[in-house]
């Protein structure tokens, strides 16, 4: 069997198939549209189209992508299998959100801009007055919210807990994970006054389309802010938007936004408490040579595949 590999990770060594590395940058080419498997990593979505238009023999696709919207998106047929990278990110997005809400609460978007302006910030160095809780300043104590409480929460909620942060889950159905209260999600305008920093993880779809609504938004106390790691689509950037700038919400650190790369002209560029990362949470996967070779293995012999993909 013929897999095809992405050029910027190692190839895990197996057995069995016979692996061709890929340019991610470029088409697949002719000689290889023969092939019966294909890693996805790095392709941009006019690749994946490409790479489901011309490889007719294809019957599987694995994303190392913890969520496979991109794959599913691109148009592969019916009786391909795809699956998913999801847990190969979890170590990865929960630390970029754990550095996504320390900057939150300790103002790094702010002292960031006024270091650029060659500015010491005496309102946030030295001794500060006691706000009353007109500002987050700290994850002691502080009430966290993470709404998507898969494998990436599993993670980072001890690393909050660490910290001293009260952290609480919403998913779609309740239950205690790992010792944290998970509410269901009906339940979440309900939550969304008492919450201090709410973290999104949540995959895109038409479930969760800007579920984060601006009537959510507005639920929120205004001393909050909000950290997306998930999906862009997930918010109601427009509502957000007016949110921050009218200072219902305090501030946004976002690594994903709807548009990807975010436009020149997104106003989210020049708000002083919105700090924005280039959907780098997830950066490598760490695992994808040994669950690429275990998918493998499972294929091969006519098995279930791990991380498969209702379609």
């Known amino acids: 069997?013929?897999?095809?590999?992405?050029?910027?990770?190692?190839?895990?060594?197996?057995?069995?198939?016979?692996?061709?590395?890929?340019?991610?940058?470029?088409?697949?080419?002719?000689?290889?549209?023969?092939?019966?498997?294909?890693?996805?990593?790095?392709?941009s979505a006019e690749l994946l189209r490409d790479a489901a238009l011309r490889l007719g023999r294809l019957r599987w696709v694995q994303t190392l992508a913890a969520g496979p919207d991109s794959v599913l998106a691109a148009g592969f047929g019916p009786g391909v299998q795809i699956t998913s990278g999801q847990s190969l990110h979890d170590a990865t997005v929960a630390e970029h959100a754990l550095a996504l809400s320390l900057a939150a609460v300790r103002s790094l978007p702010e002292l960031l801009r006024a270091q650029i302006g060659h500015?010491?910030?005496?309102?946030?160095g030295g001794t500060e007055q006691a706000?009353?809780?007109?500002?987050?300043?700290?994850?002691?104590?502080?009430?966290?919210?993470?709404?998507?409480?898969?494998?990436?929460?599993?993670?980072?909620?001890?690393?909050?807990?660490?910290?001293g942060a009260e952290v609480r889950g919403i998913a779609r159905s309740p239950r205690i994970?790992?010792?944290?209260?998970?509410?269901?999600?009906?339940?979440?305008?309900?939550?969304?006054?008492?919450?201090?920093?709410?973290?999104?993880?949540?995959?895109?779809?038409?479930?969760?389309n800007r579920v984060l609504s601006a009537e959510l938004l507005a639920a929120l106390p205004a001393h909050a802010w909000l950290v997306n790691v998930g999906?862009?689509?997930?918010?109601?950037?427009?509502?957000?938007?007016s949110a921050l700038r009218s200072?219902?919400?305090?501030?946004?650190?976002?690594?994903?936004?709807?548009?990807?790369?975010?436009?020149?002209?997104?106003?989210?560029?020049?708000?002083?408490?919105v700090?924005?990362?280039?959907?780098?949470?997830?950066?490598?996967?760490?695992?994808a040579e040994a669950l690429v070779a275990e998918n493998l293995r499972l294929f091969t012999e006519n098995l279930p595949l791990r991380n498969r993909v209702a379609r």
């Open 275 to 287: 700090l924005i990362t280039p959907h780098s949470a997830g950066g490598r996967p760490l695992g």
């Open 119 to 124: 500015r010491w910030a005496q309102e946030r």
């Open 231 to 241: 999906r862009g689509s997930t918010v109601d950037e427009d509502a957000l938007l």
């Open 131 to 163: 706000d009353h809780g007109a500002r987050l300043h700290t994850l002691r104590d502080a009430r966290v919210l993470i709404w998507g409480f898969g494998g990436i929460a599993r993670t980072l909620a001890p690393l909050l807990s660490g910290l």
């Open 177 to 208: 994970v790992d010792g944290y209260p998970v509410h269901a999600v009906g339940e979440i305008a309900g939550l969304l006054p008492d919450t201090d920093l709410l973290i999104m993880i949540l995959p895109s779809g038409e479930r969760t």
């Open 247 to 273: 200072g219902a919400l305090a501030g946004a650190a976002l690594d994903v936004t709807q548009i990807e790369p975010l436009p020149v002209d997104s106003a989210l560029w020049d708000l002083p408490n």
């Open 1 to 43: 069997m013929k897999l095809l590999y992405p050029d910027i990770l190692p190839a895990p060594d197996t057995p069995y198939a016979d692996i061709v590395i890929y340019d991610v940058t470029r088409p697949i080419p002719a000689e290889h549209e023969d092939a019966e498997a294909l890693v996805a990593w790095g392709l």
